[in-house]
């Protein structure tokens, strides 16, 4: 499969999600990967995507708990995906993979945290 990295959000957990806090628009992030500011907002307020604040709100009311390792907004096949990993309290990390226009799961991955 080919993915298309757009932007990479964030990777350090709650300090990260306090900074994106603060930001306001949270499709933004910091770190960009590829894409710049601009366009991520033009897809945001085009409504072709939903915002990050969005997307991990609906995953937090269905799968509270867990630390979140990272988020990205990936384009697969001429769609935009939320691809989110979270670190769970077993130790276990789990990659979701969102619709970033509908905010469906589409995929769930897990592995064993390694020691």
Same mark, same amino acid.
């Given at each position: ?6 932007? $990479?959000i =964030?990777? !350090?957990?709650?300090?990260? #999600?306090?900074?994106?806090? #603060? ?9 960009? /990967? ?13 409504? &072709?995507?939903l +915002?990050? *604040? %969005?997307?991990?709100? +609906?995953?937090?009311?269905? !799968? ?6 990272? /988020? *990205?907004?990936? +384009?697969? !096949?001429g769609? =935009? @995906? =939320?691809? $989110?990993?979270? $670190?769970?309290?077993?130790?276990? @990390?789990?990659e979701?993979? =969102?619709? #970033?226009? %509908?905010?469906?799961?589409? !995929?769930?991955?897990?592995? *064993?945290? &390694?020691?």
């Amino acid at each position: 499969m080919f993915f298309k990295k757009i932007i $990479l959000i =964030y990777r !350090h957990g709650r300090i990260a #999600a306090i900074l994106l806090l #603060a930001t306001g628009l949270f499709v933004t992030g910091s770190v960009m /990967a590829g894409r710049d500011h601009d366009e991520i907002r033009r897809l945001h307020g085009a409504g &072709q995507i939903l +915002s990050l *604040e %969005t997307i991990i709100a +609906s995953h937090r009311h269905w !799968h509270p708990g867990g630390r979140l390792l990272e /988020a *990205e907004l990936e +384009s697969e !096949h001429g769609r =935009y @995906v =939320y691809d $989110l990993k979270f $670190l769970d309290d077993d130790g276990v @990390v789990r990659e979701f993979e =969102y619709d #970033a226009r %509908t905010g469906e799961l589409w !995929h769930l991955e897990h592995e *064993e945290e &390694q020691e």
